[in-house]
């Protein structure tokens, strides 16, 4: 047996390396669909041709391809997000209690990721219409 004691090293702020961090566009994307799918009277993401392809995809069972970024761009400079976002909403829904909600998610949800949001721009694409009762 050996007499060595074992050291033990403690990490402390001076020794953490420095460097950049970067949040991808993509990510801020993905963070905000999430928060506006989350807004009561929101019904979808995305404009008639992204929609369109998304119901050909069902068909063939790729459902799933897309749709995390679908409806929504978004451009990363020096830690602010400018997030742009086609909804469509709920028939019977106020246009702008629904995107002033969204907008407050999508904030909330993108500064708990540590990054500011300078703009949400909203385009409301399409009302849903409800199914007739039978």
């Not at 929504?72 to 209690?97: E, F, K, M, R």
């Amino acid at each position: 047996m050996s007499d060595e004691a074992t050291q033990e090293l403690q990490v402390t702020p001076d020794a953490v390396a420095g460097g950049t961090t970067h949040v991808s566009d993509e990510v801020v994307e993905k963070i905000a669909v999430a928060a506006a799918r989350s807004v009561p009277g929101v019904v979808e993401l995305g404009g008639d041709v992204a929609r369109f392809f998304n119901a050909v995809l069902d068909k063939v069972g790729l459902d799933q391809v897309g749709d995390a970024r679908r409806g929504c761009s978004a451009h990363v400079t020096n830690g602010a997000a400018v997030v742009n976002l086609v909804l469509v909403i709920s028939a019977g829904h106020s246009v702008p209690q629904v995107t002033d909600a969204v907008r407050a998610a999508v904030s909330a949800a993108v500064e708990a990721y540590g990054m500011r949001v300078d703009e949400i721009n909203i385009r409301v694409d399409d009302v849903a219409m409800e199914a007739p009762p039978a």
